[in-house]
């Protein structure tokens, strides 16, 4: 079955980085989108950024534009979201998910299989 296992989450000091990845299984990694989400306590879950099956394309939401990069390795079946200049307002917990066939965005709605999650906490 569709497998997605989140890693690398931490607590940080504004202004540092870290790097989560995403190990896919299950399914052939290199035919889907996959995405990063974040949920903060009491918001909504939000798009961060998507990258295409052949990691051709990539689309960002417009507060992490220029800070966060996602990438992936199909070989490896891995995703990963390199995060930099963190801000407080960061801080949530992340999920990688795999986007429906053919279809790819920032909208949750465009996915179908989503991980359990990795906390993200960043301190002012």
């Known amino acids: 079955q569709v497998q997605l296992v989140e890693s690398g989450g931490d607590s940080v000091q504004a202004g540092g980085s870290l790097r989560l990845s995403c190990a896919a299984s299950g399914y052939t990694v290199p035919d889907y989108y996959l995405g990063w989400f974040r949920q903060a306590p009491g918001k909504e879950r939000e798009g961060v950024a998507v990258?295409?099956?052949?990691?051709?394309?990539?689309d960002y939401a417009d507060s992490v534009q220029g800070r966060f990069t996602i990438s992936r390795e199909n070989a490896r079946g891995m995703l990963y979201l390199h995060m930099n200049d963190l801000k407080p307002e960061d801080t949530a917990m992340y999920y990688c998910a795999r986007a429906r066939r053919y279809l790819g965005s920032l909208r949750a709605s465009d996915y179908d299989y989503w991980g359990q999650g990795t906390q993200v906490t960043v301190s002012s």
């Open positions: 990258i295409s099956a052949q990691g051709s394309w990539t």
